[in-house]
């Protein structure tokens, strides 16, 4: 199982993608702590409510 790999995202024709003993996740593979969260999430909804860029959003363009 990786998480983090070199580059980031691998690209589409990186054999680890199809490789059938290997588990790709998002570089997420960590606990979330209700203390640290708490306060990202209530920073992106009051961000959100003023209109400007949330931190932490998934760049689909880019793969994460």
């Not at 996740?25 to 209109?51: C, K, Y």
Request: with cysteine.
């Amino acid at each position: 199982m990786l998480d983090v790999c070199e580059p980031e995202p691998l690209p589409q024709a990186h054999p680890f993608w199809t490789h059938p003993q290997v588990v790709l996740t998002p570089h997420i593979a960590s606990m979330t702590q209700p203390e640290t969260v708490a306060g990202a999430v209530i920073g992106n909804l009051r961000r959100h409510r003023e209109s400007l860029p949330m931190i932490g959003l998934v760049d689909r363009v880019r793969g994460y």
